[in-house]
């Protein structure tokens, strides 16, 4: 009996293990259908029409699209799938798909890239067999066809297939996404098309609003199947991303409004042509104005023509999405922490997210970090050996978008914005004593000067410092295992003002704090010295809700189970506004001040100054 006993706390301890890496993750909608055991099932009296052929003809990269079907047997289960390249055949399956485990070529082995249940607008279907769908489709290099399917989403039945309708340019460039370079004064500006080099070159062509314009060129990356780590990416989950394009725009003058637009130079002599954008440059490292910074994790993806079915998978990121949009004069960067699409490894999801978030990302600096849906995979490297990324294995995202890294496998980075230092950490890379990432987020944190750039921040995806989530809380640690193990010392020696973090998909703030004592009584305004970091958790971006454990530890001051993100308002070298907004109507519930002045960042306070110095 106790030897039943032991195992089954064994069997407890590695559930709450996995669940706690895993992030309580859900499940990916596309995942949901066995699209490799497709019977053709073609029925003479079935039909499926869409409408129009042609799309984007004045240049529009979305369009929505209408489609109607008839069947002569019904069923509550029919559904329709967008697929994309619209060719339904054996064509682009793997030529070695490894891992399914099918005796023959299956009629299709690609997952769509959306779907819809066919009495989705007309509970009467079932009855009539007739019912028209709206589909919300973005440009994604290739044509689209819609295929009517019973037997559900296990077992599909494939009953009609539509007409082929395509943009007028399926390679245009879309979804431009900017990004800081390695310098302070040099913006990137990273984007999508289908031209390859040897099609077109790619630039930008850019210059101060009103002034001079010029173009600066771009390199090319892309990814392909092999790249991919694991099944579904490798698998039914693989659709080709196209090409990557980024630009470095150099020697910006500080706060002076820009403006681009993405060209590629074909090799008939034309030019094929975004529409243009904005931005403004950074400030100065160190320069007194308004700056603004907006910050979250696990924001997701979601289809606003209501596609994929599952509207508590991602439930909160269009609201997200939306809410930062209409706020977008008020920031002037985001840093989006961890766990971008959850596309988990269904590639074509990389191209619905970009096209979600290109209003923001087209006119801020959009800075990412890697999650655990970005990169984890067993034995590629990643500190977690879960498959949370779905095969992926960090290579998507680290094409899709630039960020400023000396190696872009190796996903931390430091990056300034006026008074603000950012030193990004890699939460699924070994951040412990003595690693690689570690002597890097030490010399990120000790080499900001102080005096100029007052507000230091650390940020991560998964928390490295606390959060009274309840998987943690089962466990007792309050933190990811190991988490602050190695890093509470550092912060605490260079006064890291606030640690942000996502993966739990709530919000949640605790008090300045070192070695879990809380070290300041006050709860909404901090003044005067530095002793100890405020941590933050922000993961409340989009992803459905952790929950938190029952009892609140002494140090979480404020706790919210919903949609949310956070603001920092840094208005001069003494005072820093933090906010809590949630997305549903974008107004503060929470939010705390830092008032101080460089003599409060040099005081000496427990474990944050040398023991001992040459005077001594």
């Known amino acids: 009996m106790i030897g039943i006993k032991m195992i089954l706390v064994i069997l407890w301890f590695f559930f709450m293990k996995l669940r706690m890496s895993l992030g309580d993750i859900g499940e990916q909608p596309l995942s949901k259908i066995a699209i490799h055991k497709t019977i053709l099932a073609l029925h003479a009296s079935a039909s499926i029409t869409a409408s129009p052929f042609l799309l984007g003809n004045k240049n529009e990269d979305t369009e929505w699209v209408t489609v109607n079907l008839e069947s002569p047997e019904p069923a509550i289960d029919d559904w329709v799938g967008v697929f994309s390249p619209g060719n339904l055949n054996s064509s682009t399956c793997a030529p070695n798909p490894g891992g399914i485990g099918w005796v023959e070529t299956p009629y299709i082995c690609t997952a769509p890239i959306k779907y819809k249940y066919a009495n989705h607008s007309n509970p009467n279907y079932k009855n009539t067999g007739k019912t028209t769908l709206k589909f919300r489709l973005i440009n994604q290099r290739s044509d689209f066809s819609f295929a009517l399917f019973s037997g559900g989403l296990s077992n599909p039945q494939l009953v009609a297939v539509s007409n082929s309708i395509a943009f007028e340019n399926p390679k245009a460039p879309v979804y431009p996404r900017l990004a800081h370079g390695k310098s302070w004064n040099e913006m990137t500006v990273t984007w999508t098309s289908g031209y390859d080099i040897d099609e077109a070159v790619p630039f930008v062509e850019w210059g101060p609003k009103g002034g001079r314009q010029i173009q600066s060129a771009a390199g090319t990356l892309t990814f392909n199947r092999n790249s991919m780590c694991g099944e579904p990416a490798r698998t039914v989950g693989w659709r080709d991303p196209g090409f990557i394009h980024t630009s470095f725009l150099k020697e910006l003058w500080p706060n002076m409004r820009y403006t681009y637009r993405l060209g590629h130079f074909l090799s008939d002599g034309s030019y094929v042509w975004s529409k243009r954008y904005s931005f403004k440059a950074s400030p100065y490292p160190g320069q007194n104005s308004l700056q603004r910074v907006i910050i979250f994790g696990d924001m997701g993806k979601a289809e606003r023509d209501g596609s994929n079915e599952y509207a508590d998978y991602q439930p909160g990121s269009l609201n997200t999405t939306d809410q930062l949009i209409k706020d977008l004069d008020n920031f002037d960067i985001v840093f989006h922490i961890g766990d971008l699409p959850y596309s988990n490894g269904y590639i074509s999801q990389w191209d619905q997210f970009t096209a979600q978030v290109q209003e923001i990302s087209s006119t801020v600096p959009y800075m990412i970090a890697s999650g655990n849906h970005e990169r984890d995979w067993p034995n590629t490297g990643s500190f977690f050996n879960t498959p949370d990324s779905g095969g992926e294995c960090g290579v998507p995202a680290e094409t899709m978008y630039y960020f400023p890294a000396e190696n872009r496998a190796k996903f931390w980075y430091a990056t300034d914005y006026g008074m603000f230092r950012f030193c990004i950490a890699d939460s699924e890379h070994d951040w412990r004593e003595g690693s690689e990432q570690y002597k890097f987020i030490e010399n990120c944190l000790a080499t900001v000067d102080r005096k100029q750039q007052p507000w230091l921040i650390f940020a991560a995806h998964r928390p490295l410092g606390y959060s009274s989530n309840s998987w943690y809380a089962m466990e007792g640690s309050f933190e990811e295992p190991m988490g602050r193990e190695s890093l509470q010392g550092l912060w605490q020696k260079y006064k890291v003002d606030i640690a942000f973090y996502g993966h739990v998909h709530n919000y949640e703030r605790v008090c300045p704090i070192y070695q879990n004592q809380c070290v300041n009584k006050e709860k909404y305004h901090y003044s005067g010295t530095v002793n100890g970091t405020i941590h933050v958790v922000v993961g409340g971006g989009g992803s459905h809700l952790s929950d938190f454990t029952a009892?609140?530890?002494?140090?979480?001051?404020?706790?919210?189970?919903?949609?949310?993100?956070?603001?920092?308002?840094?208005?001069?070298?003494?005072?820093?506004?933090?906010?809590?907004?949630?997305?549903?109507?974008?107004?503060?519930?929470?939010?705390?001040?830092?008032?101080?002045?460089?003599?409060?960042?040099?005081?000496?306070?427990?474990?944050?100054?040398?023991?001992?110095?040459?005077?001594?």
């Open 551 to 616: 009892s609140p530890p002494v140090w979480s001051i404020f706790r919210d189970r919903d949609y949310g993100f956070g603001k920092l308002t840094a208005f001069n070298h003494s005072y820093l506004l933090f906010e809590y907004k949630k997305s549903s109507d974008g107004k503060v519930y929470d939010s705390f001040t830092i008032s101080r002045d460089y003599r409060d960042v040099l005081a000496c306070v427990r474990d944050g100054c040398e023991k001992t110095t040459l005077a001594t």
